[in-house]
């Protein structure tokens, strides 16, 4: 767990490097949002975390509810800007919330839920070229026959939903449910326990647009990628499970994956995270899929570094310099490979934290409240440490103590001092009652001032 002097209420997650970046790791920062794994007590805070790639919290919102949880926390564009978006409620494997917009000061700009009465779930949050939102629900439905998979004629099932949500008004465009085109029969997954629970036959894990306008949607527990029609919700064709309109080709059969997503060169991004009764690890994977003779190859698979099966989460993500960023689920840790499937950067979290996804992006931060400074007196003398952060800003590069008679009167003492991580130290001997700081970008230009502290002595 971290601790800062100048942001005492800031816990976030440890985070330990195990694959220094290379000369080949992609620019842009990393975007996950630590939160405890199922039954996993932890003094580390939840909520969504942008680092450096020294393992260096940039920005992080620390929940103040231990019951919820932040997902799918990265950078998209809404309405031409870039923007951070993250999905943030309640989970007990299928999400109960609402999602959420910031821009680069991170002030929040929109804020939305499901529409026609359904709660929003965590496992997809996708910004459109139209200003629109899919998202994913969990819907329950009772009065199904399960018998024909061994359970109750009158059972009780949750479906799939697919919804696409026009964020300013919150209209709903379109919707799609797995049981109008999706038997349970097609369900790799086993029957509740207990009777009073509904049996998630499907499961709906990723929604992305494809170069048609048409939507692939994953269901982890059909092992199955629907490509559907965005107008009528007919199924054109399968990728993977009992009902492949596709031969899988050597290597490219998936199980219970998650994050499909097709690439502007036509192949399709997923994480396979595996089966453990017949799969060594879990992979990510870029399938090229032949539409006209209905073929499906494996052109590349990255494997986990650690040779582990992920249960459940992940992501895959094709970066600007054809790089590869995975986030490994429900194992700690994510990772970043060449094209060719060279290890360039790798780090984890403490064993009882997990992120949903992992991404890489560019980010620009300025934050719209002010520096934070903390003050310590040497106890004699004229010295003391002042520590320095600015939660969200990515422009600064150094630090100036200023120091004065009075708050509006400060002036600059000594010289500028180096950020160091999100947190920088300095030690500066002054008989003035007030210090405070300024942050500053590369050329020495202001971009924000804390504060004054005091009267110190």
Same mark, same amino acid.
């Given at each position: 767990m971290r601790?800062?002097?100048?942001?005492? @209420?800031?816990? =976030?997650p440890?985070?330990?490097?195990? +694959?220094?970046?290379?000369d080949?790791?992609?620019s842009g920062?990393?975007?996950v949002?630590?939160?405890?794994g199922? /039954?996993e007590? *932890?003094?580390?805070?939840?909520?969504?975390?942008?680092? @450096?790639? #020294?393992?260096?919290?940039v920005?992080f919102?620390?929940?103040?509810r231990?019951?919820?949880d932040?997902?799918?926390?990265?950078?998209?564009y809404?309405? /031409?800007e870039p923007?951070?978006?993250?999905?943030?409620?309640?989970?007990t494997?299928?999400g109960?919330g609402?999602y959420?917009?910031?821009d680069?000061?991170?002030? $929040?700009?929109?804020r939305f839920?499901? %529409?026609?009465?359904?709660?929003?779930?965590?496992?997809e949050?996708?910004i +459109?070229?139209?200003?629109?939102?899919?998202i994913t629900?969990y819907g329950?439905v009772?009065g199904i026959d399960l018998s /024909?998979?061994?359970?109750?004629?009158d059972?009780a099932v949750?479906?799939?939903?697919?919804?696409e949500?026009?964020? $300013?008004?919150g209209e709903v465009?379109f919707?799609w449910? *797995?049981?109008?085109?999706?038997?349970? $029969?097609d369900?790799?997954a &086993?029957?509740?326990k207990?009777?009073?629970y509904?049996?998630?036959y499907?499961?709906?894990?990723s929604i992305?647009?494809?170069? @048609? !306008?048409?939507?692939?949607?994953?269901?982890?527990?059909?092992s199955t990628?629907?490509?559907?029609?965005?107008k009528?919700?007919?199924v054109?064709w399968?990728l993977?499970?009992?009902? *492949?309109?596709?031969e899988?080709g050597?290597?490219?059969?998936?199980?219970?994956?998650?994050?499909?997503?097709?690439?502007?060169d %036509?192949?399709i991004?997923?994480?396979?995270?595996?089966?453990?009764?017949?799969?060594?690890?879990?992979?990510?994977?870029?399938l090229?899929?032949?539409?006209?003779n209905?073929?499906t190859?494996?052109?590349r698979?990255y494997?986990?570094?650690e040779?582990r099966i992920v249960?459940?989460?992940?992501?895959?993500?094709?970066?600007?310099?054809?790089?590869?960023?995975i986030g490994w689920?429900s194992?700690?840790?994510f990772s970043e490979?060449?094209?060719?499937?060279?290890?360039?950067y790798?780090a #984890?979290? =403490?064993?009882?934290?997990e992120s949903?996804r992992?991404?890489r992006?560019p980010?620009?931060?300025h =934050?719209?409240?002010?520096?934070a400074?903390?003050?310590?007196?040497?106890?004699?003398g &004229?010295?003391i440490?002042?520590f320095a952060s600015?939660n969200?800003?990515?422009?600064?590069? /150094?630090w100036?103590v200023v120091? %004065? !008679?009075?708050?509006?009167k400060?002036?600059?003492? %000594?010289?500028?001092?180096p950020?160091?991580?999100?947190?920088?130290?300095?030690?500066?001997k002054? !008989? $003035?009652?007030?210090?405070?700081?300024?942050?500053r970008?590369?050329s020495?230009?202001?971009?924000g001032s804390s504060r004054?502290v005091?009267?110190?002595?």
């Open positions: 601790s800062f002097r100048s942001r005492p @209420d800031l816990h =976030p440890t985070i330990d490097v195990l +694959t220094p970046p290379h080949k790791t992609a920062y990393i975007f949002a630590p939160k405890n199922p /039954g007590q *932890s003094p580390n805070q939840d909520g969504p975390l942008i680092l @450096d790639n #020294s393992g260096e919290p920005w919102y620390a929940l103040e231990e019951d919820e932040t997902m799918d926390f990265k950078v998209q809404y309405q /031409g923007v951070i978006t993250f999905w943030k409620g309640h989970h494997g299928f109960q609402e959420v917009i910031l680069s000061s991170y002030k $929040e700009i929109a839920g499901a %529409g026609n009465g359904y709660l929003g779930d965590h496992h949050f996708l +459109t070229d139209e200003d629109t939102a899919l629900i329950k009772g /024909g998979v061994g359970g109750p004629k059972g949750r479906e799939g939903i697919a919804q949500v026009e964020i $300013e008004s465009i919707e449910h *797995s049981l109008e085109h999706v038997g349970v $029969e369900s790799y &086993d029957l509740p207990n009777p009073a509904a049996f998630d499907f499961h709906i894990n992305d647009v494809d170069h @048609d !306008s048409n939507l692939l949607i994953s269901s982890r527990n059909t990628v629907y490509k559907v029609d965005r009528s919700g007919e054109m399968r993977g499970g009992e009902k *492949s309109s596709f899988m050597p290597g490219a059969r998936i199980n219970f994956q998650h994050d499909a997503r097709r690439q502007p %036509g192949t991004t997923i994480f396979d995270n595996g089966s453990v009764e017949t799969d060594d690890r879990t992979y990510g994977i870029v090229e899929v032949d539409e006209d209905m073929i190859t494996l052109v698979r494997p986990h570094p040779g249960g459940t989460q992940g992501s895959v993500q094709v970066l600007p310099n054809d790089n590869v960023f689920g194992n700690p840790l490979f060449s094209r060719d499937g060279q290890l360039l790798s #984890s979290f =403490p064993p009882q934290v949903y992992a991404f992006f980010w620009r931060g =934050p719209g409240d002010d520096p400074v903390a003050v310590v007196e040497a106890g004699s &004229d010295e440490t002042i600015w969200g800003a990515t422009e600064v590069a /150094g100036q120091a %004065g !008679s009075s708050p509006e400060l002036e600059p003492v %000594g010289s500028a001092a950020r160091e991580g999100f947190e920088t130290a300095m030690r500066v002054t !008989s $003035e009652a007030y210090v405070g700081v300024e942050a970008d590369s020495g230009r202001v971009l004054a005091g009267p110190i002595g």
